[in-house]
């Protein structure tokens, strides 16, 4: 008899309380050869197709009717602009309101260039700009298509996580200054965690596996031009074939200042995305060790104000006639946004918090983010399991900590020109950021 009740308890436990449901649409683009972005040394187009790139949505849903949907897209960067028009969108098809939308962009350095996203790179005719304005739209609607898949796929699931590792991911500033001076002893924080989200069917087969890592999706470097995942792509698709059915979606943590290693050689992509998909099977293949999640899902989404060093239109107005052609064309961008009214004196920062359950939360910001972030966030919380996305929602520039702001380099500085912005952060940048983390935790309930 006490058996009998044990086998009902358990039984009732493991009754899921949750939905989920995953849609996928392929974002390739349609009109080749089609310039690829990321890297400022690509002289032409790209004409060939590696790899298939993909928008994928995972939609959860809890007892109460809440929800939220996390897309990855293997894509380098969005700007806030396309964010906008898909949350938009989603609203008006589905009623999801826009906190609850998570978007989480691979940054492969092999896939498409988005315009405004580094805008400084290019100087495309009218005829690019056109097809690259026809990419954007593309890519709209298949990122709102795959949301609508999944949305409209939802079904009862168990959700489970856990934690692998993987050991690729390199502190590249570290690597630069030891170069430069090997006395020199640098910073070299790295993040080796692979975070493991398991969405598992009532008939216990894999719906879905949604994993990340902190590192550039930059093993394919500016002599290789052909679309491609790189190694993040070449891991979903390993995890995808490890467990037919399975959809694998890959998210973007902080990997702001790390480079995978080694790098340059095209077959080394994908042999990160097989070191980084062992290490989630390692984690599927234990599932008594993975924590089982349940209970009510929450969002928050914020915007923080992060200024800039003080600049003025005299600034670039000189910095026009540079020889430096990027330099030049920063200044152009720049004082054509000054010209529009646009505010230079900041960016709005967003910060995305999805909570489920009592113990588990995905933190999503905007930016290349640098990994303290990451480790940072994570240690504030001990008692939560949470994920640490960078990338999200919107990639306006690198986010660099004070150390880095200070130290300078490419994370501080010259990366803003590609970016089109005008210059460095102030060093508060990091108190305001963390400050944006932590009330958008306490928006969810999250309290440390
Ligand atoms: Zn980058």
């Not at 069917?201 to 949604?210: E, I």
Request: glycine residues 8%; aromatic residues 8%; negative net charge.
């Amino acid at each position: 008899m006490t058996l009998v009740l044990l086998l009902a308890s358990v039984s009732c436990a493991r009754r899921a309380d949750m939905r989920a449901g995953v849609g996928t649409e392929t974002i390739t683009p349609q009109e080749m050869p089609f310039w690829l972005s990321g890297y400022a040394a690509r002289t032409a187009p790209a004409s060939e197709v590696r790899q298939q790139l993909f928008a994928k949505a995972l939609a959860l849903e809890d007892a109460q009717g809440a929800r939220s949907v996390i897309v990855t897209i293997d894509i380098i960067g969005i700007p806030r602009v396309l964010r906008n028009a898909i949350a938009d969108d989603v609203e008006r098809l589905h009623g999801l309101k826009p906190e609850a939308l998570l978007l989480n962009c691979s940054h492969t350095h092999s896939g498409p260039a988005v315009r405004e996203n580094l805008e400084v790179l290019f100087s495309f005719d009218d005829e690019e700009k056109a097809k690259t304005a026809r990419y954007r739209e593309f890519l709209r609607q298949r990122v709102v298509a795959a949301v609508g898949g999944a949305l409209a796929s939802l079904e009862p699931v168990n959700l489970s996580y856990g934690e692998g590792s993987a050991p690729f991911a390199i502190n590249r500033r570290a690597q630069r200054l030891e170069a430069e001076d090997p006395s020199a002893n640098p910073v070299r924080t790295v993040d080796h965690s692979v975070p493991v989200l398991r969405v598992e069917r009532q008939d216990g087969g894999l719906l879905a596996v949604l994993f990340g890592y902190a590192c550039h999706n930059t093993t394919l470097t500016a002599e290789f031009n052909a679309v491609a995942g790189d190694y993040a792509g070449y891991a979903q698709q390993e995890v995808q074939n490890a467990n037919p059915g399975v959809t694998a979606l890959f998210l973007m943590l902080c990997g702001g200042d790390q480079n995978p290693f080694p790098r340059s050689k095209e077959e080394l992509a994908p042999q990160h995305g097989q070191t980084l998909a062992r290490a989630v099977q390692e984690v599927l293949s234990k599932p008594g060790e993975l924590e089982a999640l349940s209970g009510g899902l929450r969002s928050a989404l914020r915007f923080e104000r992060l200024p800039f060093e003080t600049h003025t239109r005299a600034d670039f107005e000189q910095e026009r006639n540079n020889e430096n052609v990027y330099r030049k064309r920063r200044a152009e961008w720049v004082l054509g946004r000054m010209d529009k009214g646009d505010d230079l004196n900041a960016v709005e920062y967003p910060v995305q918090v999805l909570r489920l359950g009592e113990r588990f939360g995905l933190v999503g910001l905007g930016g290349e983010v640098v990994v303290d972030y990451g480790l940072n966030i994570k240690q504030a919380y001990p008692g939560i399991r949470l994920v640490v996305a960078g990338y999200t929602n919107d990639v306006m520039c690198y986010i660099p900590n004070r150390r880095i702001l200070k130290e300078g380099g490419y994370e501080a500085d010259d990366s803003m020109m590609y970016y089109g912005q005008p210059g460095k952060f102030i060093p508060e940048v990091e108190d305001k950021v963390m400050g944006a983390v932590k009330a958008a935790m306490a928006d969810v309930g999250f309290v440390r």
